[in-house]
């Protein structure tokens, strides 16, 4: 069965801090990848998705990057973090088509 | 444009009894999916029932089925013989191409 792993599960980091946040699938191949950012009570903003090694589409200008450096891996950067940057930083995959999207636990960052 | 709104920022419904959540979208595509996703306060989201823009039965999962409308666009998520452990957010949620979700629901069973 295919698993989604993301971590770390919570993260305090000063401003003008770097980030790292990865997510790895198991269990099935050439997934499509996504991140999304949840600000506290409310809904999910689309961040970055992927449809493949080396090909991110970014739907929000922000100083985050993304890469996918393998099939399954999928990472959210940041050279130097803003307060701004607190949320909840949620990791999903999808096989396309009218498969779900299964998400990752999620990872609750602080800037402070 | 695509479009999906949740007009209930919150909801409040008996132990046992059932409760509809209502998600109406706006889409110019004949072919689209929607999912309904249940966050619990612990923050992961789970997938809970999927609703193909050409099926012509309602879906039903368990305890949740999606009233499908396609002329009203609507999508609404009911929840029969509601339990403290359906506490939790809602969210709304439509493929079509890319995705969207809603702005949620927040569900609070009352025992």
């Known amino acids: 069965s295919q698993t989604i792993h993301q971590w770390p599960a919570t993260l305090v980091q000063p401003v003008g801090s770097p980030l790292s946040l990865e997510c790895t699938v198991e269990?099935?191949?050439?997934?499509?990848l996504y991140w999304y950012r949840q600000a506290a009570g409310r809904g999910l903003q689309l961040l970055f998705y992927s449809v493949g090694i080396g090909q991110i589409s970014s739907e929000v200008p922000q100083n985050l990057s993304a890469s996918r450096p393998q099939d399954r891996q999928f990472i959210l950067s940041s050279k130097k973090l803003l307060l701004s940057d607190s949320g909840f930083y949620l990791c999903?995959?999808?096989?396309?088509?009218?498969?779900?999207?299964?998400f990752g636990n999620g990872t609750r960052l602080t800037v402070t | 444009a695509q479009k999906i709104t949740q007009t209930q920022p919150g909801m409040f419904v008996q132990e046992k009894e059932a409760v509809t959540l209502d998600c109406t979208y706006d889409t110019s595509d004949q072919s689209y999916g929607l999912f309904w996703y249940k966050q619990p306060s612990s923050g992961e989201m789970i997938f809970l029932i999927y609703?193909?823009?050409?099926?012509?039965q309602n879906a039903t999962e368990g305890r949740y089925s999606l009233n499908f409308q396609k002329a009203r666009k609507s999508a609404n998520l009911v929840i029969s013989a509601s339990q403290l452990g359906d506490s939790a957010m809602y969210f709304c949620a439509m493929r079509e191409g890319s995705w969207l979700f809603g702005s949620g629901t927040k569900l609070n069973v009352k025992p």
């Open positions: 609703q193909g823009s050409y099926d012509e």
């Open positions: 999903a995959w999808s096989a396309g088509g009218s498969s779900p999207l299964h």
């Open positions: 269990g099935t191949s050439n997934p499509n």
